[in-house]
């Protein structure tokens, strides 16, 4: 059975803390002899925090755990219980860097999905995808 662990790194709602994610996030998978994950998991985190910190007033969360299974989870919570707009296909986004997160997230991740959840004395939600970590 692999070896679970489980990150929280509370952020501001400040772009610059998207980049503190990255780096802690490779940290640990390095850490955790994961290092190859790390290019795709930096860059799914990337967009679930980016899109935390840009489409709220409040504070943020980047979670990251390994299951008993060997999946690695990528969560980031916010403050807005909505949901997420549904994903778009990355062909239909192009060169653009608007509206393709959610996209680029279901391209390379096994699965995804949003959940309503409480942290810190606010109502929000996560919305998180997960990793095989073979």
């Known amino acids: 059975?692999?070896?679970t662990w489980d990150y929280t790194l509370q952020i501001p709602n400040d772009l610059r803390a998207v980049t503190v994610c990255r780096r802690t996030l490779r940290l640990i998978l390095t850490l955790h002899g994961l290092t190859g994950l790390v290019e795709v998991a930096e860059l799914l985190a990337t967009e679930l925090v980016s899109n935390a910190v840009r489409h709220t007033k409040g504070p943020a969360a980047l979670r990251v755990r390994r299951s008993p299974e060997g999946m690695v989870w990528i969560g980031a919570w916010d403050t807005n219980p909505v949901p997420?707009?549904?994903?778009?296909?990355?062909?239909?986004v192009g060169e653009l860097e608007e509206g393709r997160g959610l996209g680029l997230v279901v391209a390379c991740a096994e699965v995804w999905g949003w959940q309503p959840s409480a942290r810190f004395g606010n109502t929000g939600k996560f919305v998180w995808c997960e990793l095989v970590a073979a």
Do not use: G, S, V
């Open 84 to 92: 997420p707009d549904p994903p778009r296909a990355l062909e239909q």
């Open 1 to 3: 059975m692999p070896e």
